[in-house]
């Protein structure tokens, strides 16, 4: 199987467990704080997720934890296979870090204070105007909303979108692609939950494709 060709054609990745093969909130902590992991686990329900990384990451900070360790953490987080980033490599000529492959990151913001504590906020700040998004998108970020001000950003029109995800923050966007563009779906996460019954029920406007190990992802790529 093979996409047909395209002239332009916009390739949008996840991070977390789409593009990376981990959670790099959880990551950072797993590897140089398992009780801190613990902790979140237990506080996950309460406090907004951006707010609880924030705070955990004060409290990592307060333990002692140096920005060269969690750089170093982050620097062995495994990869899809690395096969997404060697897919964007080939395909851009380009190979020093992340921002030289894409066009924009998306992100919270956090910036190193002087102390080396990373300080974390959400896209959305919670004292200002917040998205009115009913689909279900946390409260830090609409990404559906970002796509579509990506792609303003971004004219004229691209002629495919290609969509990497997994989780439920992902079904927004996802609900926006057109016919002619398509999601590749990791299993047996949220937004697999999510856009199953969409998909039987033939309410879903882009083309699927499922995949679980990253192997399955490069494979994918590969047909672009
Ligand atoms: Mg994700
Ligand atoms: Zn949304």
Known sequence: MSFPAVERQLIVFDFDWSLADQDSDRWVFEVLAPKLRKKMKELKKEVQWTD?????????????????EIEDTLRI??????SACSFLI???GKSKGLENLFDEIITNP???????????????????????????CSPNMCKGDELDAFLQRHGPEFDRIVYVGDGSNDFCPVLRLRKQDVVFCRRYRGLHDLIRPYEEEGRLHCQVQ?????WEAEALLDQL
């Open 52 to 68: 609880l990384v924030a705070q955990s990451l004060k409290e990592l900070h307060d333990l002692g934890a140096t920005r060269e």
């Open 77 to 82: 987080m495994p990869f899809v296979s690395a």
């Open 90 to 92: 080939a395909r851009r």
């Open 110 to 136: 956090a910036e190193w204070d002087p102390s080396g504590l990373l300080k974390l906020r959400r896209r959305i700040d919670p004292s200002g105007p917040q998205h009115d998004c009913k689909v279900g």
């Open 210 to 214: 499922y995949w679980t190990g990253a």
